[in-house]
């Protein structure tokens, strides 16, 4: 069984900085994409950022320059390094990623449970 597990959210200040970490775990055999998602209250989930598995990046224009993605493929791990945070940054985060367990000899996409990250003062 793959799990994709967050961690990292929270409570920030507009300015502050957050960094969200994916962790992935079970029989996996290969991992391809990995992706941030979030969703505001209200509205659509939208990708964030996503992070090849030779470490390619591309993100939405509205977090170019102040959200950074990396990826750790020893640990099967995936960063969202979040700066000069704004208040419409506010949403649930969610991982993403094509996963290959040693069971199967395709790809399967898995997300994770989800993390909050609010910025408010």
């Given at each position: 069984?793959?799990?994709?597990?967050?961690?990292?959210?929270?409570?920030?200040?507009?300015?502050?900085?957050?960094?969200?970490?994916?962790?992935?775990?079970?029989?996996?055999?290969?991992?391809?994409d990995?992706?941030?998602?979030?969703?505001?209250?209200?509205?659509?989930?939208?990708?964030?950022?996503?992070?090849?598995s030779?470490g390619s990046t591309?993100?939405v224009?509205?977090?170019?320059g102040r959200?950074t993605a990396?990826?750790?493929?020893?640990?099967?791990?995936v960063?969202?390094q979040?700066?000069?945070?704004?208040p419409?940054?506010?949403?649930?985060?969610?991982?993403?990623a094509?996963?290959?367990?040693?069971?199967?000899?395709?790809?399967?996409n898995?997300?994770?449970?989800?993390?909050?990250?609010t910025v408010?003062?």
């Open positions: 069984q793959v799990q994709l597990v967050e961690s990292g959210g929270g409570l920030v200040q507009p300015g502050g900085s957050l960094r969200l970490s994916c962790a992935a775990s079970g029989s996996i055999f290969s991992i391809n990995m992706a941030w998602y979030r969703q505001a209250p209200g509205k659509q989930r939208e990708l964030v950022a996503v992070i090849t030779s591309n993100y224009d509205s977090v170019k959200f990396s990826r750790d493929n020893a640990k099967n791990t960063y969202l979040m700066n000069s945070l704004k419409e940054d506010t949403a649930v985060y969610y991982c993403n094509d996963i290959r367990d040693l069971f199967r000899n395709y790809f399967r898995y997300w994770g449970q989800g993390t909050q990250v408010s003062s």
